[in-house]
């Protein structure tokens, strides 16, 4: 079993970057395929990045393609999502996710695991 633990959210004005990172603790990370997804206010939660097992794939939605980029660390247990030129529209809560089996792109089950969230807030 693995749990995971989010940080690196704020807040930035419309333009700006934010690092978010996520830990997870437990053995063999680079057994999970890992994803990161957001929910904004009175929306449901959506597929916004994924990354392979040994980071040789990554996935990403449409609305960050080109502005968000995920990667990771196996040595630190560790995945990153680098968010540049954010809009107002991506405020959410956003969530990495861990999954043996499949890669958590949002087309399959849902992940195995989730961590608690990091609050992203983009101001206009």
């Known amino acids: 079993q693995v749990q995971l633990g989010e940080s690196g959210g704020g807040l930035v004005q419309a333009g700006g970057s934010l690092r978010l990172s996520c830990v997870a603790s437990g053995p063999n990370f680079n057994t999970y395929a890992m994803g990161w997804f957001r929910q904004a206010p009175g929306k449901e939660r959506e597929f916004v990045a994924a990354?392979?097992?040994?980071?040789?794939?990554?996935q990403y939605s449409d609305s960050v393609k080109g502005r968000f980029a995920t990667s990771r660390d196996n040595d630190k247990n560790t995945v990153f999502l680098q968010m540049n030129s954010l809009k107002p529209e991506d405020t959410a809560v956003y969530y990495c996710a861990a999954d043996r089996r499949y890669l958590p792109n949002g087309l399959g089950p849902q992940p195995e695991y989730w961590g608690q969230g990091t609050q992203v807030t983009v101001s206009s």
């Open positions: 990354i392979s097992r040994s980071a040789d794939m990554t």
